[in-house]
């Protein structure tokens, strides 16, 4: 079946240091992956995406390359600000017709100034 | 387009009274889907619709739980009785076939007392 498996948080990090959040993922066929981030009393908010292998999402510094090799696509950003300060949830969408998204448990990101 | 809007944003109850949750999805979106999020469990996808109709309910945790889709510009979550063990933020989400990827609205935190 589908599934995602995301790093456990939480994670601290001092601002300006790079961040990598780990995510793998199990799925038939050739799903696209996706980050989603929840900022503190927010909905979650699409923040990058890719659809095939080899793909790079890119937003707001973030960025995510969807590995078909290694199942994976880890989140990193080059430095970090404290308002990254959020829970980031990776996703994989099933390509059966049905449009789901299947969500990781998210890891809590705190940047400390 | 004003995104997914939901209503209320928060609702404090007493145990054994009605509650109901309202969805407005974005205009043209074909899915909408409702999550719980709780620390202990994480997002759970209760219930998903496609053109109005339910597809998927299994994750409806028990026959309190009700939603209806009445026409493509309303849903709702209806919990009767409501209990303590209810007590979450429920998500509202809507997408469109062939795009990939949620909009969630803003959730409404449900405090059951």
């Known amino acids: 079946g589908n599934s995602v498996t995301q790093m456990e948080g939480p994670v601290t990090l001092s601002e300006e240091a790079f961040l990598t959040i780990n995510c793998t993922y199990t799925a038939t066929g050739y799903p696209s992956l996706f980050w989603y981030v929840q900022y503190p009393g927010e909905g979650l908010q699409l923040l990058l995406k890719a659809t095939k292998a080899d793909d790079k999402g890119s937003n707001k510094g973030f960025e995510a390359t969807y590995r078909k090799e290694t199942t994976s696509f880890h989140l990193e950003k080059g430095s970090v600000q404290v308002s990254d300060s959020a829970v980031y949830f990776c996703?994989?969408?099933?390509?059966?017709?049905?449009?789901?998204?299947?969500f990781g448990t998210g890891t809590r990101l705190t940047v400390i100034p | 387009d004003a995104g997914v809007i939901q209503s209320p944003r928060h609702e404090v109850t007493e145990m054994g009274q009605e509650v109901t949750l309202r969805c407005k999805p974005i205009s043209g979106h074909d899915y909408l889907f409702w999550y719980r999020q709780t620390m202990m469990r994480g997002l759970e996808l209760l219930i998903y619709?496609?053109?109005?109709?339910?597809?998927?309910d299994s994750g409806m945790p028990e026959d309190r739980f009700s939603a209806k889709m009445p026409n493509a510009s309303f849903s709702t979550l209806k919990i009767q009785p409501s209990e303590p063990r209810d007590s979450a933020v429920y998500f509202c989400?809507?997408?469109?076939?062939?795009?990939?990827?949620?909009?969630f609205g803003s959730g409404t935190r449900l405090t059951v007392v």
């Open positions: 989400a809507s997408s469109s076939t062939g795009i990939g990827g949620y909009t």
């Open positions: 996703a994989l969408s099933d390509l059966t017709g049905a449009n789901n998204l299947f």
């Open positions: 619709f496609n053109n109005n109709v339910p597809i998927d």
